[in-house]
């Protein structure tokens, strides 16, 4: 069983960065693959960004590509957002979120097995 605790979330300007970074507990980190969620208020969950299990691979959501990057250090049982060029529309919760290996698409989050508590990122115009 995972345990996963985001933090670095905060308040920034349109235009600035954030990192965020979710901690997970246990030693089989490395066997799932990660990814990166978000809601905003009286809106779904969406689908931000997935790393594989050993970070070779790396999918995002068109409304964040080029300007968010996952990554993921498996020794220390950590993977990580970059937030750049952040904009009003970015302002949401943030949740990262655990899958094991029958994991079939990383962009639904029913495929998840772990989920963090999330951090609050807010963008002001």
């Known amino acids: 069983q995972a345990q996963l605790v985001e933090s670095g979330g905060g308040l920034v300007q349109a235009g600035g960065s954030l990192t965020l970074s979710c901690a997970a507990s246990?030693?089989?980190?490395?066997?799932?693959?990660m990814g990166w969620f978000r809601q905003a208020p009286g809106q779904e969950r969406e689908f931000v960004s997935a790393?594989?299990?050993?970070?070779?691979?790396?999918y995002y959501a068109d409304s964040v590509k080029g300007r968010f990057t996952i990554s993921r250090d498996n020794a220390k049982n950590t993977v990580y957002l970059q937030l750049n060029s952040l904009k009003p529309e970015d302002t949401a919760f943030y949740y990262c979120?655990?899958?094991?290996?029958?994991?079939?698409?990383?962009?639904?989050?029913?495929?998840?097995?772990?989920w963090g508590q999330g951090t609050q990122v807010t963008v002001s115009s």
């Open positions: 979120a655990a899958a094991g290996p029958r994991a079939a698409d990383w962009s639904r989050s029913n495929e998840y097995d772990y």
């Open positions: 246990g030693r089989t980190f490395s066997t799932y693959a």
């Open positions: 790393i594989s299990r050993r970070g070779i691979s790396t």
